[in-house]
T-cell receptor, first 112, second 115 residues
């Protein structure tokens, strides 16, 4: 069966450090992968999209990698700040190309 | 400002009652979606619509119904047939369908509690 796995345990890091979140998937051949940020009680907000032929994408302090061999994406936040504390969701296009499927998200806590 | 508006933000209902959640967008997007989110879980797709007067079932459509009579509106009805309706409901839209790499724009969500 198709699965998208994100670490369900919260990630706690110190301000200024780099946070790395993982998204693993099985039985998908996604044309692209997206990352979203979700604050408590709010809707997710789109952050980055990376295509299957791209290895890495950057946007300000954010960096996403996409390894289709390992079936894994890594999401990095450099020089993390307490304001980066949120839940981060990865999402994949399904094989039929008609649905975006989300992982369960990883909660990031950045301590001052 | 353009965006997606969901209402109501909080809703309580008794078992056996149908309830309709509103979703309106003024982004001129073609595609609209309804997701359900349970605590600690990812978003699960209920229904989606790529154009007016057309919609498709997602992974968990049972007990739900939708309509798409206007481009800007995509209401979701949670029927009494939905066995576990208490959840956080999220509406989203994209310029075109997901096959065209549409990033999703989400509303602020509606939290439904069945008493």
């Amino acid at each position: 069966s198709q699965k998208i796995e994100q670490n369900s345990e919260a990630l706690n890091i110190q301000e200024g450090k780099t946070a790395t979140l993982t998204c693993n998937y099985t039985n998908y051949s996604p044309a692209y992968l997206q990352w979203y940020r979700q604050d408590p009680g709010r809707g997710p907000v789109f952050l980055l999209l990376i295509r299957e032929n791209e290895k890495e994408k950057r946007k300000e302090r954010l960096k996403v990698t996409f390894d289709t061999t390992l079936k894994q994406s890594l999401f990095h936040i450099t020089a993390s700040q307490p304001a980066d504390s949120a839940t981060y969701l990865c999402a994949l296009l399904n094989n039929a190309g008609n649905m975006l499927t989300f992982g369960g998200g990883t909660r990031l806590m950045v301590k001052p | 400002d353009g965006g997606i508006t969901q209402s109501p933000k909080y809703l309580f209902r008794k078992e056996g009652q149908n309830v309709t959640l509103s979703c309106e967008q003024n982004l001129n997007h073609d595609a609209m979606y309804w997701y359900r989110q349970d605590p600690g879980q990812g978003l699960r797709l209920i229904y989606y619509s790529q154009i007016v007067n057309d919609f498709q079932k997602g992974d968990i459509a049972e007990g739900y119904s939708v309509s798409r009579e206007k481009k800007e509106s995509f209401p979701l009805t949670v029927t009494s047939a939905q066995k576990n309706p208490t959840a956080f409901y999220l509406c989203a839209s994209s310029i075109r369908g997901t096959v065209n790499t549409g990033e999703l724009f989400f509303g602020e969500g509606s939290r439904l509690t069945v008493l």
